[in-house]
């Protein structure tokens, strides 16, 4: 709708969003759809009293002519051509009246909780803001496709149906109706991604550049870039480099991407960049210049405290070494100690402390020391907390930097070698700046902070999502597929795991992974290396991978990619709060759906024809005597009476 179609007669659908009685001969009101509203003028008194009677969110086929609005009746601030122009009714049509109660009216300033909006989901998608988050997350998946296939790439489907594989997170196991000749049910595992497929496709040499927008599970607790499914961009390369490549130019012949890409995969680093800047432009209409940053584990540890570092504001998390006013004697000390922890140290300034609630933000948090620096301490804090007056550290007054009197200055313990995501000063650094930024006294920058972070740890036990499986054992902090630098391949050959970096790379974009890849494993020696010495699988999860061996056995060219989060990546571009904002039917934060309610239960008869009964039917059967058995599938199930399930044979 628009200015140029004045004059003319058409046809609109839409709902009846709203309803004005200006005179007994002039009534107004509002028809909308997911793109725009238009203005509906009645003068006919007959068509008016139909249109008050009809309730709201009912909806209407118009018939009318396209008159120019006056200009004190335009919207102010219009963005829509159809503000412009109005509608002079000749007659409607009632396709579907709407109930004269409904749970809520969506497009109205006050929006109804979460809980009632999620329940009628199909109600609050009416939201212009939901509808064109919808749009928006279309959009990007075209422009993805069609870079992709720009680049060579080959879109191809996954199963989805595959076996159960230890490589991470909990699976969501699908039962069959195909047990054992013993009884025993069997299952297919939902995947977590599509990695081993896709690493078979570029073994077989037909696809050597492949892509998939893929739907992935992992049953774990939902958060707000979390969902138990979820979207991913998979990309896989063939014969990627296996190390850091020259540092004078790029495959578009353009300045190098210096020298701190000093792992392999920078075929997967060139790509992922050119469809990003193009997503932003095609989106956002913003052209996003150069490389994007590069920074090791170790550095965005220690300087920030995380392993996806918000770079967007200056706050730093430092090794207590780095303090600029220590001693000689103190750093001496601090260089000579041989104890695997140190300490972390980070200053907010007299202008933000006052403006917090100091208290807060570390309660019930006993790792974090706080020390509030006067005139008469800022020389001596470091005796006031236990955590530096245990090193017997010093200051001198006459060197530059450091605290000032009205700043506060945190501290917390931490290892010297960095493991995990964060850091505990790491996770304060964001709470403050999120504190700063709701009271309004931080503006943080609108162009995006793109970040790679690479040479993460090859193994680690500091993964709680990985605990399950691991029980003790190393995990493989990627996947147990990523290869290692290969400047460390004779330490991991020596057995000294600890040290091993991998060629793992992650993209971070205003402090939120968006996307994590990694060169892979092509040799099967090696991998069986990592497998069976390294990660202590047994013979059976070894089993498991079996074919994935086998087709590295059969010649497979070096290789790596990348998956990227399409729903993390749509909801930022949409600004929206949490990835459910940019998912049609999302789950709740604990995995459920309410609008079609599941997960549910199924009634025994269904069941028997999986090989399996509900639990609380096999603890009715059991003799008195018989001590309870507890297990666990390793896959996260439930275990209450209610949803508990068992095999129809007691296994």
């Not at 979820?230 to 480099?241: C, G, N, P, S, Y």
């Amino acid at each position: 709708m628009s200015a140029a179609l004045e004059g003319r007669g058409v046809v609109l659908g839409g709902w009846l969003f709203s309803q004005r009685r200006a005179s007994e001969k002039l009534h107004f009101f509002t028809l909308r759809d997911s793109s725009a509203s238009v203005q509906l003028v009645s003068r006919s008194p007959e068509l008016s009293e139909r249109l008050m009677a009809y309730p709201l969110e009912s909806v209407l086929l118009v018939e009318g002519v396209v008159k120019a609005r006056k200009q004190r009746a335009k919207a102010t601030g219009s963005v829509s051509s159809a503000d412009e122009v109005e509608i002079e009714l000749a007659n409607v049509t009632l396709l579907n009246p709407a109930d004269t109660n409904l749970p809520f009216y969506p497009n109205r300033p006050e929006l109804a909780n979460e809980d009632l909006r999620a329940q009628h989901r199909y109600l609050d998608l009416r939201r212009a803001d939901l509808a064109e988050n919808l749009k928006i997350r279309s959009k990007v998946a075209h422009t993805i496709r069609n870079y992709l296939h720009d680049q060579g790439f080959t879109e191809v489907e996954t199963p989805i149906l595959l076996n159960s594989s230890p490589e991470g997170a909990r699976e969501f196991l699908v039962p069959t109706r195909h047990p054992t000749s013993s009884g025993s049910p069997t299952f297919y595992a939902l995947p977590q991604s599509p990695q081993q497929p896709k690493q078979l496709l570029i073994a077989s040499g037909a696809v050597p550049r492949y892509y998939q927008i893929a739907r992935c599970f992992r049953d774990e607790d939902g958060r707000k870039d979390r969902q138990p499914e979820f979207t991913q961009v998979d990309l896989e390369v063939a014969f990627v480099d296996g190390a850091a490549p020259p540092s004078t130019t790029s495959q578009g012949g353009e300045q190098g991407m210096r020298s701190t890409w000093t792992i392999g995969g920078s075929q997967v680093r060139d790509v992922v960049e050119g469809m990003v800047k193009r997503i932003w432009k095609e989106v956002k209409g913003v052209d996003l210049e150069g490389w994007f940053r590069v920074m090791p584990y170790e550095v965005a540890m220690d300087v920030y405290g995380s392993d996806k570092p918000d770079t967007r504001f200056e706050m730093y998390t430092l090794p207590i070494g780095y303090y600029p006013a220590l001693s000689d004697e103190s750093l001496d000390r601090i260089l000579l100690d041989q104890s695997q922890y140190t300490v972390e140290w980070m200053i907010t300034p007299k202008e933000h402390a006052m403006a917090l609630d100091l208290k807060s933000l570390i309660a019930g948090n006993n790792f974090v020391h706080r020390v509030d620096i006067t005139d008469s301490n800022v020389h001596s804090w470091t005796s006031e907390s236990p955590l530096t007056q245990a090193l017997g550290l010093e200051l001198e007054g006459g060197r530059p930097g450091g605290a000032r009197p009205g700043d506060v200055v945190w501290l917390a313990q931490r290892k010297k070698i960095p493991e995990g995501g964060w850091t505990q000063l790491g996770r304060l650094r964001v709470q403050i700046m999120d504190a700063l930024v709701s009271k309004g006294l931080v503006a943080l920058p609108s162009t995006p902070h793109f970040l790679w972070i690479t040479q993460f740890p090859l193994f680690t036990h500091a993964d709680e999502d990985k605990s399950f499986l691991s029980r003790g054992r190393w995990a493989s902090s990627h996947h147990p597929f990523t290869a290692p630098m290969w400047e460390d391949l004779a330490d991991l050959k020596k057995g000294k795991v600890e040290g091993v970096r991998g060629q793992h790379y992650d993209l971070v974009l205003n402090g939120q992974e968006i996307g994590g890849g990694s060169v892979r494993i092509h040799d099967p020696k090696l991998q069986e290396y990592v497998m069976r010495e390294v990660l202590q699988l047994t013979p059976e999860e070894m089993g498991r991978f079996s074919h994935l061996l086998q087709a590295l056995k059969c010649g497979a060219p070096p290789h790596g990619g990348i998956a990227l989060g399409f729903d993390r990546l749509v909801a930022i571009l949409c600004d929206a709060k949490s990835i459910r904002d940019v998912i049609a039917f999302p789950k709740t934060g604990t995995g459920v759906d309410p609008v079609f309610r599941s997960p549910s239960t199924s009634e025994p008869d269904a069941l028997k024809e999986y090989a399996l009964r509900p639990l609380r039917d096999a603890e009715h059967k059991k003799a008195p005597d018989t001590k309870d058995v507890k297990g666990s599938s390793g896959h996260g199930s439930g275990t209450n009476d209610s949803a508990g399930m068992t095999t129809e044979d007691g296994m």
